[in-house]
């Protein structure tokens, strides 16, 4: 009797065998049943928004929909940084956090994330380049 380990070894080795005849059926699959796949996930979508938003928190920032509601709460709606509330905005507050550390910092608004992003990765040739012009007014 062969182990998991050996099935699961064969079953791979027969994938990559057959890769493009595989492939091919997914294609085809696709394309036969295209409408009723994507009917299928609007219909999850719009019947479990929170689960799906739950999971993309957990998987991107390990939170839980929870501790996002908690900081929204804490936040009053509003961006960390603009003081915008929800309701003035075309989009959700994002979760902001250090893509080095992984660490949630707060919400901000899509604006001011994508800006503190440009900002935080060349804060230091900015910060050198201020520093130079003020030399020069002083």
Same mark, same amino acid.
């Given at each position: 009797?062969?182990?998991?380990?050996?099935?699961?070894?064969?079953?791979?080795?027969?994938?990559?065998?057959?890769?493009?005849?595989?492939?091919?059926?997914?294609?085809?699959?696709?394309?036969?049943?295209?409408?009723?796949?994507?009917?299928?996930?609007?219909?999850?979508?719009?019947?479990?928004?929170?689960?799906?938003?739950?999971?993309?928190?957990?998987?991107?920032?390990?939170?839980?929909?929870?501790?996002?509601?908690?900081?929204?709460?804490?936040?009053?709606? +509003?961006?960390?940084?603009?003081?915008?509330?929800?309701?003035?905005? +075309?989009?959700?507050?994002?979760?902001?956090?250090?893509?080095?550390?992984?660490?949630?910092?707060?919400?901000?608004?899509?604006?001011?994330?994508?800006?503190?992003?440009?900002?935080?990765?060349?804060?230091?040739?900015?910060?050198?380049?201020?520093?130079?012009?003020?030399?020069?007014?002083?």
């Amino acid at each position: 009797m062969k182990t998991a380990e050996e099935k699961r070894k064969f079953r791979r080795e027969q994938y990559l065998k057959n890769w493009d005849k595989e492939r091919t059926r997914g294609r085809q699959y696709y394309k036969e049943k295209r409408d009723w796949i994507l009917a299928k996930q609007r219909k999850y979508v719009k019947e479990n928004p929170d689960r799906r938003k739950s999971a993309t928190l957990k998987y991107e920032y390990g939170i839980t929909l929870d501790d996002y509601n908690k900081m929204f709460n804490a936040q009053e709606g +509003k961006c960390a940084i603009c003081k915008k509330h929800q309701n003035e905005l +075309k989009k959700t507050l994002c979760v902001d956090h250090d893509h080095k550390t992984g660490k949630v910092r707060e919400l901000l608004c899509m604006t001011c994330n994508t800006d503190l992003a440009s900002v935080e990765n060349r804060l230091e040739e900015m910060m050198n380049y201020l520093n130079k012009h003020r030399k020069d007014v002083n």
